[in-house]
């Protein structure tokens, strides 16, 4: 997500800053800033927009006379991107500033507690009650004061600590969020990634969950939680920029694969609350709102127009209002029937695609609430929405969509139980099971990576060569094919189509013969006969089937030369386990064919024209 660096010790600081600041620019932000320790006081520079206009402000960092600071660049989650909301973050009497990483869930509940005891804010940030809290903590131990916040902390959050009363030393604190520390002779370091302090230092530790360490220019403290001593083993990185860039993996694509688990629990986590409810921050819908709704159009492109088909099925079968997905090309040219009436859900992961935000613009003429689900806060789509779930994957670098697509699932899940909620058409105790689920997936997700990774790159070795690949399956199996098939298509140019699994004996299974690939999703237990009989199909016109299924469907063996099995999952939440072995299918096929993974040919990654 933000990328933080911090330095102490011999060197001016703010050059050091800005430098590791540049090094994490791949990684996407929206403003930037820094604060430095300067005669006695912390000093915050910082603004919207690219690092350049920061630099200019302290002319390349030379302007700062200061060894101490922490630095930041901000990609917005909670508040626009704007000056005020760019970290750092003083407290309100410019004791304490800080720079964070990650979502507090309970920043809400900790805001009016402050707010009741007279403090005040300049940000819209989640984050900045971290530093009126510190204020509020402090009696003059640095260390417990910072213990005594993060224990009020909920959510995920990497944090640089300066205090104005301890001009030689500053603290950092991780839970949930990455944090490393690295060592030199002229100073040390802290860094949300190893590539913003390669370039002074390789010798580095990374701190563990809830670990806290204080750094002098000659002295690196590190504390468990309950501030006793943690004895630390420094490492040498041995990696060059490029794969540190990536966290050590070949490509941005199968970094955002791995990130999964943790990007579903920023977005998930957060709207669920202590007792249980779904708290949809951005959501202004009254239970009279929508029942005033006769239908509901999913209007996106591409893989969001994917989440938009799992929508359909899911939130037609929890709320019993009809649901249509379009493309966003197709439902701004076809008179679509809308009226205020109509609620549009728009999706889209930049919130800038061209035909995402002309169809947008139509159904708001036409008198529709517009509902958007975006990844990037500020943008086009965000703004012109009524209201907006943003969804906290982090920047997507790789053109293929996989952390951004699973995070909209997510959140198609959410606003289809929240509906059914308002509606009184769900059962207190099955909500409070769905919940309970839900809250699970990203645990779920990470098995599914770790058990089917090895079985998925012996499978694109056996068959990177094929020069097409057909996908099937049935209700929301169908609407994770479809995402599949993309994913194979888009990044390896194998030639790839999803059909509903009853509807290729219409026509298309003309192309079916001996060796050709099959990949039929079949997890969807209701429907789970009657994809087996269409597999038996394909098979006996020669087809070689891969089959993906949970696995109490040992059943399917019979008609595949192949199963992945996933975990057992609820039916609503299923698209989420079953596309990730595909998205790692497309990602190793593209692989071993020695393909650009990254930057597919023809393709970009937010579309702005028609
Ligand atoms: C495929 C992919 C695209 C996007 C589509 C919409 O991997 O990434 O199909 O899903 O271009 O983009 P957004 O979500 O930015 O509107």
Not at 465 to 482: F, I, K, P, S, T
Not at 499 to 510: D, F, Q, V
Not at 563 to 582: N, R
């Amino acid at each position: 997500m933000c990328g933080i660096v911090g330095y102490v010790g011999k060197q001016q600081v703010a050059p050091i800053l800005l430098d590791g600041l540049a090094r994490l620019e791949y990684r996407g932000y929206d403003s930037a800033g820094i604060a430095c320790m300067e005669n006695g006081a912390i000093q915050v520079y910082k603004a919207k927009g690219r690092l350049q206009t920061l630099s200019d402000l302290v002319q390349g960092g030379q302007a700062v006379r200061s060894t101490l600071g922490i630095g930041h660049t901000r990609w917005a989650t909670h508040g626009k991107p704007s000056d005020e909301n760019s970290h750092p973050h003083l407290s309100q009497h410019g004791r304490f500033a800080i720079v964070h990483n990650g979502i507090i869930e309970n920043y809400s509940e900790i805001k009016n507690a402050l707010l009741a005891a007279g403090m005040t804010f300049a940000s819209e940030t989640d984050s900045e009650v971290i530093a009126n809290l510190l204020e509020q903590n402090y009696t003059g131990d640095l260390l417990r004061a910072v213990k005594a916040t993060v224990d009020a902390l909920e959510g995920s959050y990497a944090l640089g600590i300066v205090c104005r009363d301890h001009p030689d030393r500053f603290v950092a604190v991780r839970h949930a969020s990455p944090l490393i520390v690295g060592l030199s002779d002229d100073g040390n370091f802290v860094a949300s990634d190893i590539p913003a302090i390669l370039a002074y230092t390789r010798t580095i530790y990374h701190l563990g969950e809830g670990e806290i360490v204080e750094l002098t220019g000659d002295a690196v403290r590190v504390f468990n939680s309950d501030l006793e001593p943690v004895i630390k083993q420094a490492e040498e990185v041995t990696w060059d920029v490029k794969s540190a860039e990536k966290d050590g993996y070949d490509y941005f694509m199968e970094k955002e694969i791995m990130e999964q688990p943790r990007a579903l629990h920023d977005t998930i986590s957060a709207r669920i609350n202590d007792h249980g409810q779904i708290v949809l921050d951005g959501v202004h819908l009254t239970r009279q709102d929508i029942e005033g709704f006769r239908r509901i159009y999913i209007v996106a492109c591409g893989s969001a127009y994917h989440v938009g088909m799992v929508g359909k099925y899911i939130i037609e079968k929890t709320t019993r209002i009809p649901v249509e997905v379009d493309l966003a090309s197709e439902f701004r040219y076809r008179d679509p029937i809308v009226d205020e009436k109509t609620l549009m859900i728009i999706i889209s992961q930049s919130g800038e695609t061209a035909d995402t935000l002309a169809a947008l613009r139509e159904g708001k003429a036409r008198g529709a609430r517009i509902l958007s689900i975006v990844n990037v806060v500020g943008s086009s789509i965000a703004n012109e929405s009524d209201d907006v779930l943003y969804t906290w994957a982090g920047p997507e670098i790789a053109v293929a969509t996989t952390k951004a697509y699973s995070t909209q699932l997510s959140m198609m899940y959410l606003i289809a139980l929240y509906m059914a909620e308002k509606l009184e058409r769900i059962e207190k105790e099955e909500l409070r099971s769905l919940l309970a689920s839900l809250m699970q997936l990203p645990e779920l997700v990470q098995q599914v990576i770790t058990r089917t990774k090895p079985q998925i790159m012996a499978l694109a070795k056996q068959f990177h060569q094929v020069e097409h690949a057909y996908y099937l399956g049935r209700n929301v199996d169908y609407a994770v094919a479809m995402e599949a098939s993309l994913k194979l298509k888009e990044v390896s140019y194998v030639h790839s189509e999803a059909y509903a699994a009853g509807e290729l004996k219409h026509g298309t299974i003309s192309l079916i013969e001996d060796g050709t690939l099959v990949v039929a999703m079949a997890g969807c237990h209701r429907v789970v006969e009657k994809t087996v009989s269409n597999i038996q199909e394909v098979k006996a016109r020669g087809a070689t089937v891969i089959v993906v299924t949970t696995e109490d469907n040992t059943g399917v063996e019979r008609v595949s030369d192949h199963v992945i099995y996933l975990p057992k999952v609820k039916e609503m939440f299923l698209p989420s386990v079953e596309v990730v072995p595909m998205q790692m299918l497309g990602f190793y096929m593209a692989k071993e064919r020695g393909c650009d993974v990254d930057k597919p040919r023809n393709l970009a990654k937010s579309v702005t024209v028609e």
